[in-house]
């Protein structure tokens, strides 16, 4: 859990609202990647095997269905990694100290964006240039659905944006705060004690 310490109130409010803010967007994300990206992927795929008729013609019937459930099991496991590995963030974000979030915020502003989702189609592009088929490539995440599109492009990084800046400032406050206790706290040095230093 975040140790607040004794944070300016307004700051602390302010915090919390952003905090759940961005755990709603996280939970759209996370959703839409497990309804909708796996389906959009397989879209993709079924595009490339039509624009190459005479690869296809090489495989038979039972052949070509075996491909195809490799393809899409493929594309399940890809999707399913990233799921993963969105709700592990997530996870972070909502119970680590405010301390250790923050150190990590740069690399999760790189890691929710539409370069990392992208890419769970390389399994999938591996296994079609095997049989001669060639790749795919989602463009951007209005192949997925526009609202993905609008949640990924703009409600996330507006969110995080917030959140992001509004954690630093809290994290600097309660630092500021545990040097004051720690110098507090110090016994005070005497005269030979002085001298010796």
Do not use: C
């Amino acid at each position: 859990m975040i140790k607040m310490g004794t944070l300016d109130p307004g700051l602390l409010r302010d915090l919390t609202e952003a905090k759940a803010d961005l755990a709603r967007h996280g939970v759209v994300i996370v959703r839409t990647i497990e309804t909708d990206l796996q389906p959009a992927i397989m879209s993709e795929v079924k595009g490339s095997m039509a624009s190459s008729p005479k690869n296809m013609a090489r495989l038979d019937e039972d052949e070509l269905d075996d491909f195809v459930e490799k393809l899409r099991k493929t594309s399940e496991r890809s999707v399913e990694q990233l799921r993963s590995l969105y709700v592990r963030v997530l996870a972070k974000l909502g119970a680590q100290s405010l301390t250790d979030i923050v150190k990590e915020l740069d690399g999760i502003g790189e890691l929710i964006k539409w370069d990392r989702v992208a890419k769970t189609v390389d399994p999938v592009n591996e296994k079609l240039m095997d049989k001669g088929f060639g790749t795919i490539d989602l463009a951007g995440p209005e192949n997925v659905s526009e609202s993905f599109k609008v949640e990924l492009e703009q409600k996330w990084p507006a969110s995080f944006g917030r959140f992001k800046q509004l954690a630093r400032e809290a994290a600097s406050q309660l630092a500021k705060e545990e040097a004051e206790e720690e110098a507090r706290a110090r016994p005070p040095r005497t005269k030979r004690a002085a001298r010796k230093g």
